[in-house]
């Protein structure tokens, strides 16, 4: 039966919603990755496929464009968290990931704020190859690593523009430090409550911004002490603020916004899995 969608971003950082409440989950990962083309589908980052939950407004599986799946995507469920208390008239609700349970609330700005949970440092949490210290990466500039539910590494430069992330990136995601590859983060601190960041996304490449990868970026700061515990992360295209007092759960806070609606036809799901 045709496939209904909605298309939405978050400061360019592009992802489709599925609504599938109701109704068993449509989406395979060659779907997911005919969707996710360009050209030849719709295209996005990332999309997230809303299910009925026992224990939350509802349960989000996310998925790459290359096919692979993830276990969060920080602007695909303020997404999702937007249309869901648009519905229902409300300004907060729950959501399952594999991450776990997230809180979401609608604040007085009309932004989306995200309890992402509490950080993971250990090697075999992120992962990490062996039993390694992730504050101190043994690679060329001692990058720093943690996990918001998906693998992050962060690396604090001098000057985003010395930086060819299209080379850089790829390498780090696909090390073999990384069993599970990584998100790669390129960060110039600005001041204490500001960096400008530049992502090289697992599975996506460079992307105008990340919720998680803001996330990780930020705990990685301060955890190097380089940041205070309420950060504005500007990406390519656009600032989210991220809060952490260092011990408890990450807090993500940034804008959303409806593109378009569509209907995927039957022939287009008609492929081999």
């Known amino acids: 039966m045709p ?3 909605h298309k939405m971003h978050a400061n360019g950082d592009d992802f489709v919603v599925v ?3 109701n109704s068993a989950n449509p989406i395979t990962s060659a779907l997911a990755r005919r969707m996710g083309d360009r050209n030849r589908g719709i295209g996005f980052n990332q ?3 809303m299910l009925d939950c026992e224990d939350a407004d509802a349960r989000l599986i996310f998925w790459n464009a290359d096919g692979s799946t993830l276990d969060v995507c920080g602007s695909a469920t303020r997404g999702a968290a937007d249309r869901l208390m648009r519905e229902s008239n409300v300004t907060s609700i729950t959501l399952r990931t594999h991450r776990g349970l997230l809180t979401c609330e609608r604040i007085s700005t009309g932004a989306i704020s995200v309890n992402m ?3 993971l440092f250990g090697w075999s949490d992120i992962p ?3 039993d390694l210290d992730s504050a101190v990466l043994p690679l060329a500039d001692s990058p720093i690593a943690c996990s918001m539910g998906n693998p992050h590494c962060t690396y604090f430069v001098d000057d985003l523009a010395d930086v060819d992330i299209a080379t850089v990136g790829p390498a780090i995601e696909t090390s073999a430090l990384f069993p599970l590859k990584t998100n790669v983060h390129f960060v110039q601190v600005i001041n204490r409550k500001h960096i400008r960041l530049r992502i090289w996304e697992r599975g996506g490449g460079i992307a105008l911004g990340s919720g998680s990868c803001s ?3 930020a705990v990685n700061g301060i955890r190097r002490g380089l940041l205070d515990h309420c950060v504005e992360v500007e990406c390519d295209g656009g600032s989210v ?3 952490w007092d260092g011990r408890g759960p990450v807090f ?12 995927i036809p039957d022939s287009f799901q008609q492929i081999s899995t």
Do not use: H, K
Not at 252 to 263: D, K, M, N, Y
């Open 117 to 119: 949970g509490q950080p």
């Open 252 to 263: 993500l806070i940034g804008p959303v916004e409806a593109t378009f609606s569509g209907t």
């Open 47 to 49: 999309l997230a496929v």
């Open 19 to 21: 609504d599938a409440r």
């Open 128 to 130: 990490l190859a062996g």
């Open 3 to 5: 496939l209904n969608f």
């Open 215 to 217: 996330c990780g970026a």
């Open 241 to 243: 603020t991220v809060q």
